[in-house]
């Protein structure tokens, strides 16, 4: 069974930092996307960033490229969201994906993602 456990959100002023982290357990795919989205209230749920198992791929949204950076430990099975110069916008919950890999691309769209975690609330402040 695979489970996806995120944790570090929290409030933050403008300007402030979070490292978000996205602890993986079970067997997911050998080839695989990993992906941080988030969901604003009121709003639909968006892609933030991603990366492919191969490790040479890595995309974000135009919102927060830039500021923000996906990395992961295969040693302890976590993905990391480093969050920098966080804005009131980028308040929402933010959650970890894992889908399977069938192109070299990364994928934006929700539904190619298969597993998710339960979200860490981000709210940063003005």
């Known amino acids: 069974q695979v489970q996806l456990v995120e944790s570090g959100g929290g409030l933050v002023q403008a300007g402030g930092s979070l490292r978000l982290s996205c602890a993986v357990s079970?067997?997911?795919?050998?080839?695989?996307?990993m992906g941080w989205f988030r969901q604003a209230p009121g709003k639909e749920r968006e892609f933030v960033a991603g990366?492919?198992?191969?490790?040479?791929?890595?995309d974000y949204a135009d919102s927060v490229k830039g500021r923000f950076t996906i990395s992961r430990d295969n040693a302890k099975n976590t993905v990391y969201l480093q969050t920098n110069n966080l804005k009131p916008e980028d308040t929402a919950v933010y959650y970890c994906?894992?889908?399977?890999?069938?192109?070299?691309?990364?994928?934006?769209?929700?539904?190619?993602?298969?597993?998710w975690g339960q979200g860490t609330q981000v709210t940063v402040s003005s």
């Open positions: 079970g067997r997911t795919f050998n080839w695989y996307i």
């Open positions: 994906a894992v889908g399977q890999a069938t192109t070299w691309a990364i994928q934006r769209e929700i539904t190619e993602y298969r597993y």
């Open positions: 990366f492919h198992w191969s490790g040479g791929i890595t």
